[in-house]
């Protein structure tokens, strides 16, 4: 028997001037809190195999109660209270984010504090031709959307659910259509898996102008089956493409993505190599749980529990000083660890806190 998971307790953005923020933020590493993804649902409507595996999230899982999601006023509460200590970006995830009834509410919640220069959301992409275009006008930034196979057979293996990836891509065309620039696409490759659409991807991307970027399969919870000897890393995955059409790295800030450009000038390519090359040192980024808790690292066993603050009626000032208090006692660091031998223990499900 599998065990069941526990719970665990753009454009630039804004309708009105920016507030002035607050002394930033710094953890005990002296990394900045500059990114924020919020969490709006557990629920999703796929059941890919390394995030919510169907013999775990199956018709007899408990997803949370509605009344126990945090309503779209306590959110852009909380989200205003960061942007003071120095967070700009925003990312709203499930979950599938656009199972959340009337979202872009939220976002033009959020988008109107005027203090974000990017506000995303990442999505399966099939609800997306419906949902697009009001989502733009509410004042979403960009669109990003997990695609992992373009062949029917791999995709359904990995996402264990009815739709095609062409129903996908119609959605990012939606998405484009509707005003957003290119959409961005995710892949998480597994080695026995995916691996073999890594070219076709590629040419995907080359095609199309969107940017793909490679995933490496990642130990996030305790229940997709991670074995560090499925993991297809950046490097090899730079070797399959480079084979085709090489590759050399643009140089830029540090991120969660690395960039690389074709050197025949179409386009760009990522990768993401939190197993084999951890970027805890520059993470800068904590995620909001759908009921509340703030996580600062994705790799966590809990978060901290900010409901009862909120559901008090904590105003803004008040829970600056919470989030304050929580990112500078801040010390994680936990893919470093597992290269180091050290780690692992219960860890909070992907589709709890969105990846």
């Known amino acids: 028997m599998c065990p069941q998971p526990t719970k665990p307790r753009a454009d630039t953005v804004g309708h009105v001037d920016t507030p002035a923020r607050t002394a930033p933020a710094r953890d005990r590493l002296r ?20 995030c919510m595996p169907r013999e775990v999230f199956g018709p007899d899982h408990a997803f949370l109660e509605r009344s126990e999601l945090l309503s779209f006023e306590e959110i852009t509460r909380v989200v205003d209270a960061a942007t003071r200590l120095g967070v700009t970006k925003v990312r709203l995830t499930g979950g599938e984010p656009l199972l959340r009834r009337d979202v872009s509410t939220l976002v033009r919640q959020l988008a109107d504090l005027g203090a974000l220069d990017d506000l995303a959301l990442t999505t399966n992409g099939v609800l997306l031709p419906r949902f697009a275009a009001p989502l733009r006008e509410a004042g979403l930034s960009r669109v990003t959307v997990s695609l992992d196979a373009l062949d029917d057979e791999t995709f359904r293996a990995v996402t264990d659910a009815p739709w095609a990836p062409e129903q996908v891509i119609t959605g990012m065309d939606a998405a484009e ?16 898996v995916n691996e073999h659409a890594i070219t076709d991807l590629a040419a995907f ?26 993991v297809v890393t950046a490097d090899d995955v730079l070797a399959v493409i480079g084979e085709q059409w ?5 140089d830029g800030p540090p991120g969660v993505a690395e960039r690389y450009r074709y050197v025949d000038g179409t386009g760009e390519v990522g990768v993401v190599a939190s197993v084999t090359r951890a970027f805890c040192r520059t993470c800068v980024r904590a995620r909001l749980s759908a009921v509340g808790e703030l996580f600062t690292c994705l790799f966590a066993g809990s978060g901290h529990d900010l409901l009862p603050q909120v559901r008090a009626g904590a105003d803004v000032d008040q829970l600056e000083a919470a989030l304050r208090g929580i990112w500078e006692h801040r010390a994680d660091r936990y893919s470093l660890d597992r290269a180091e031998g050290r780690g692992g223990g219960d860890r909070v499900e992907m589709s709890y806190i969105g990846g």
């Open 246 to 250: 090489p590759v050399e790295p643009i």
């Open 177 to 192: 259509a509707a005003g957003f620039p290119k959409v961005k696409v995710n892949a998480v490759v597994r080695k026995g």
């Open 205 to 230: 991307g080359r095609d199309t102008g969107r940017t793909v970027r490679f995933i490496e399969f990642m130990d996030v919870g305790t229940t997709n089956g991670w074995d560090r000897d499925a």
């Open 31 to 50: 990394r900045p809190l500059h990114d924020l993804r919020v969490s709006v649902t557990d629920r999703c409507n796929m059941r890919c195999r390394y």
